[in-house]
């Protein structure tokens, strides 16, 4: 899934200045910005200066640890979904994520830093991932919502990020925009059968959504007034849109579903500005944001542990894998060596 703009430092003002205390890093920086004005693509190889690096060893990081933990929350569900039907496409959805991870830990490799070191981020609970992985999913409807929101945020999200400069994220999120795509239509449909169900039915995606709602909201990150460091990031087209600009486009886009589907939001200060145009939300609890992504949110814990577990679990297959490949390896430097 799910990218979330956190509120960290930039390391990038001392890089930069550093940078620009020498004449050589200046003409070179210069270059940099020149390619990044012009709508091109910043590859590997090319030169970049270490907060642009940083930045986005940090964020795709933090994207590909949500992907893999955001597998969890619905993969409660695959064992009780309530037909054949619904079973396959949980489980495409969330095959789906894991595809995600491995995109993008690819494209957070090409930044110089192995796949083995960010598992050991996620893994030590150093590297951040989005928050909304920390509540509960506790009813089948819970399926529709994140499916609904949460990926429907992502998308409003990661959109943005099909233009981002660095090539190899840029190239990912086309692919995994078009799978989000799938994600949403198949939460809200999911949503749809229970709104025109049974009075229990259509009650418990009330409940969903009530619980949902604040969360995924929270998902776009901190107020622009309290963000830190957007700055550079607009200036490197890495994120073009603000948090709240993207947070005001979600509530425009998903207000009106939730009317189709006869529900109603959990906020009684939702209201529609005629002169704006815009859907107007009310406050919004950063304490509860800032407890969860700090790790005190109802499943940081559990989360954590089970990605452990499935880590420790795996060790023998990777193992194997890499025995097998030698195995093969030799096997074919045997047979080059014997036709030789
Ligand atoms: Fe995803
Ligand atoms: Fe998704």
């Not at 930039?10 to 070179?28: C, G, L, N, Q, V």
């Not at 951040?128 to 949460?150: E, H, Q, R």
């Not at 304490?287 to 559990?302: I, Y």
């Amino acid at each position: 899934m799910y990218t979330q703009a956190l509120n960290e430092k930039p390391p990038s003002d001392t890089a930069i200045s550093a940078a620009k205390a020498r004449p050589e890093d200046a003409a070179k920086l210069a270059r940099f910005q020149a390619i990044i004005d012009a709508e091109e693509k910043i590859e590997p190889n090319d030169w970049m200066p270490d907060g642009y690096r940083r930045t986005l060893q940090r964020q795709i990081s933090q994207h590909a640890h949500s992907e893999i933990i955001g597998m969890q929350p619905e993969g409660n569900w695959l064992t009780r979904a309530p037909s054949l039907k619904r079973k396959a496409a949980l489980l495409a959805k969330i095959q789906d994520e894991a595809g995600h991870g491995h995109y993008l830990y690819s494209a957070a490799e090409t930044l110089g830093i192995s796949r083995e070191q960010y598992y050991e981020q996620l893994l030590s609970g150093r590297a951040k991932y989005s928050s909304i992985f920390n509540y509960p999913t506790l009813t089948w409807a819970d399926m529709g919502a994140v499916g609904w929101l949460v990926d429907g945020a992502a998308i409003m999200n990661q959109i943005p990020l099909c233009r981002c400069s660095y090539g190899p994220y840029a190239r990912a999120m086309i692919r995994v925009c078009k799978e989000e795509s799938f994600h949403q239509r198949q939460g809200f449909e999911i949503m749809l059968t229970l709104c025109r169900g049974t009075p229990a039915q259509k009650a418990m995606a009330q409940d969903a959504l009530d619980r949902f709602w604040w969360p995924v909201l929270m998902m776009f990150g901190p107020s622009d007034k309290d963000s830190m460091h957007s700055a550079d990031s607009a200036k490197w087209k890495i994120k073009r849109f603000s948090n709240d600009e993207l947070r005001e486009k979600f509530i425009d886009a998903t207000v009106p579903q939730g009317k189709f589907l006869g529900l109603t939001f959990p906020d009684p200060h939702l209201t529609f500005n005629d002169t704006t145009g815009h859907w107007e939300h009310g406050p919004i609890d950063w304490s509860e944001f800032k407890r969860v992504l700090a790790g005190d949110g109802p499943c940081n814990r559990q989360r954590l542990r089970n990605r452990r577990t499935s880590e420790a679990d795996g060790t023998w297959v990777r193992e194997a894998a890499l025995a097998y490949a030698e195995k093969r390896r030799q096997r074919l430097a045997a047979a080059k060596v014997a036709a030789e």
